[in-house]
């Protein structure tokens, strides 16, 4: 069975490349080294500091994988490849009903976060504004029912 490719956009990739990075190549040799101090310090069985080491050792393998993992199925989107319409690495202005205007940039599911504005192409909002064009009207579905908006701009996001 395939795995199932999860979206980056080139910037939310290279941010996992660049932990990968420093855990392989920085974190490791630091908690070696903590490990190492902490075993010089006698009877391990009553070594909090080498507990404690051992415990940001295993943390750090555990994310290693996972990152490995996400890389692997990392399916990178082309932002330059759409132009014409919103997409995954767009940046979209939307002025709803009321007058107000919000800035979001669409990011795969796994570079969200809503305090900065980045929100999923699977979210409500994400839904709603990809593949529509600018001065397009939009109904985005919310727990508190539909709310229209109008796009009142994109662009690649940077």
Same mark, same amino acid.
């Given at each position: 069975?395939?795995?199932?490719?999860?979206?980056?956009?080139?910037?939310?990739?290279?941010?996992?490349?660049?932990?990968?990075?420093?855990?392989?190549?920085?974190?490791?040799?630091?908690?070696?080294?903590?490990?190492?101090?902490?075993?010089?310090?006698?009877?391990?069985?009553?070594?909090?500091?080498?507990?404690? &080491?051992?415990?940001?050792?295993? @943390?750090?393998?555990?994310?290693?994988? +996972?990152?490995?993992?996400?890389? =692997?199925? %990392?399916? #990178?989107?082309?932002?330059?490849?759409?132009?014409?319409?919103?997409?995954?690495?767009?940046?979209?202005?939307?002025?709803?009903?009321?007058?107000?205007?919000?800035?979001?940039?669409?990011?795969?599911?796994?570079?969200?976060?809503?305090?900065?504005?980045?929100?999923?192409?699977?979210?409500?909002?994400?839904? &709603?504004?990809?593949?529509?064009? @600018?001065?397009?009207?939009?109904?985005? +579905?919310?727990?508190?029912?539909? =709310?229209? %908006?109008? #796009?009142?701009?994109?662009?690649?996001?940077?």
């Amino acid at each position: 069975m395939e795995e199932k490719k999860i979206k980056y956009t080139v910037e939310g990739y290279e941010k996992l490349k660049e932990e990968y990075e420093y855990l392989k190549k920085v974190r490791r040799q630091e908690i070696k080294e903590l490990i190492k101090e902490a075993r010089s310090f006698g009877d391990l069985s009553e070594n909090s500091e080498y507990d404690e &080491a051992r415990d940001q050792q295993a @943390k750090v393998e555990s994310r290693i994988l +996972e990152l490995e993992y996400l890389m =692997k199925n %990392a399916e #990178i989107i082309d932002t330059d490849a759409v132009k014409n319409i919103v997409a995954l690495g767009s940046t979209v202005v939307i002025k709803y009903k009321d007058g107000t205007e919000k800035k979001y940039d669409l990011v795969g599911s796994n570079e969200v976060d809503p305090f900065k504005g980045r929100i999923s192409d699977r979210s409500p909002i994400g839904m &709603a504004v990809i593949g529509h064009k @600018k001065g397009d009207t939009v109904t985005i +579905e919310t727990r508190a029912g539909e =709310k229209d %908006a109008v #796009i009142v701009d994109f662009y690649k996001t940077k």
